[in-house]
């Protein structure tokens, strides 16, 4: 059932990293091998959350998902994304940054590089954003619960989330973005830094907005679906189970398009924070994302792994850190292969706590109580 399941991701694995290792050397195969680990773990909500939906569909829209849905994730957010980042912040066409990265990579890298202050803010503030509105979030389980607990309870007042990225935003443009490391130097990229910091900020919400648009639109499709079918049932018809299909498939496929875009909105970013070369990045991420999938898949069809309960946890601290590093780096360079294995580190962590903890409470013979909850590493 694994190998079935795996088997294609496994595949892919192995031929793209022996491929990074073949055109760029063992730099690029530690950096995508990252990259992989780092995409799979931020997004492992991203499958739990998927296949509790996928379920609800029936066999052709489960396809669409898993077919048409694929290579939406790879090609669309996995490669195309980046590649508009760096053409956006550059201020070069698409099709050129493309051309620059293989036929002169040094000018390539001059123009990443001068566009980092602007790429760092955007990406910063997004991830910054994510990690606050989880940290603030009211949860049954926390991790660090010395730090988690008092949080959770400022997490009541309103708005707060975006009070502190902004408080950070105009930091970071008063001290790193002054003296901002680029190609020939450095230089004030104070109004850089807002305005991409900003755009970064907006966009978040956006993104926010348009999941709420589309999960609301599900719900009214469900239920109309459920009255369709109370109705059928008092008329004596037949009603069998084959999973929703017409509008409301429809609108569960958009919505579950929309919360990958939204899900890989952090691994897209973060990748910044390890390298700046757009085909390790795309190379790393795709790997990743059709783990996604395939653990999607697994989950529909063999129950859930939602026992480890801090994996989440790991994975939004990782994204915290992420957004601090790629601020850090506005003015200071910092190794990506510390970078990355930062994220696999908190991530590993919360990992090996959620093990620890499933034992003691299968050793208590029950569910463990949130006063007992915290970390063990």
């Known amino acids: 059932m694994i190998l079935k399941t795996f088997g294609w991701s496994f595949a892919i694995t192995a031929a793209g990293l022996a491929f990074a290792a073949w055109q760029w050397g063992w730099e690029a195969f530690g950096i995508v091998l990252i990259l992989s680990i780092l995409e799979i773990s931020l997004s492992f909500d991203n499958a739990v959350v998927n296949a509790g939906i996928l379920k609800k569909m029936n066999a052709f ?76 979030d009211e949860r049954d389980h926390k991790w660090l619960g010395w730090l988690e607990r008092p949080l959770s309870k400022l997490g009541k007042v309103d708005m707060l989330s975006v009070c502190v990225a902004l408080i950070v935003l105009l930091i970071t443009a008063m001290t790193f973005a002054t003296n901002a490391h680029t190609s020939s130097g450095y230089a004030d990229k104070s109004a850089t830094v807002l305005l991409s910091g900003v755009a970064g900020l907006i966009t978040y919400l956006a993104v926010n907005g348009l999941s709420s648009f589309f999960e609301n639109k599900l719900e009214e499709e469900e239920e109309r679906e459920h009255e369709e079918e109370e109705k059928a049932k008092a008329e004596g018809k037949q009603v069998s189970a084959v999973g929703l299909a017409g509008k409301a498939a429809f609108f569960l496929f958009l919505y579950l398009e929309v919360l990958d875009a939204s899900f890989s909105f952090d691994g897209v970013i973060g990748a910044f924070a390890i390298t700046n070369h757009i085909f390790w990045m795309a190379l790393g991420l795709g790997i990743g994302a059709m783990y996604v999938r395939s653990l999607t898949v697994y989950l529909v069809r063999q129950g859930t792994l939602d026992d480890y309960v801090y994996l989440e946890h790991g994975a939004h601290y990782a994204i915290g850190a992420l957004a601090a590093i790629l601020l850090i780096t506005i003015e200071h360079e910092i190794s990506e292969i510390i970078t990355g294995l930062v994220g696999v580190l908190l991530i590993g962590a919360s990992f090996w706590s959620s093990v620890v903890r499933n034992k003691r409470v299968a050793a208590e013979g029950g569910e463990e109580s949130e006063d007992k909850t915290t970390v063990h590493v």
């Open 61 to 136: 829209w489960q396809k669409i998902f898993l077919t048409i849905g694929i290579l939406i994730a790879v090609f669309g957010m996995r490669l195309v994304f980046p590649v508009a980042i760096v053409a956006i912040s550059a201020k070069v066409g698409p099709i050129e940054a493309v051309q620059l990265a293989l036929d002169k990579p040094e000018q390539y890298e001059a123009l990443v590089t001068d566009a980092h202050p602007a790429i760092a803010a955007f990406g910063g503030m997004f991830l910054l954003m994510i990690f606050l509105d989880f940290i603030f």
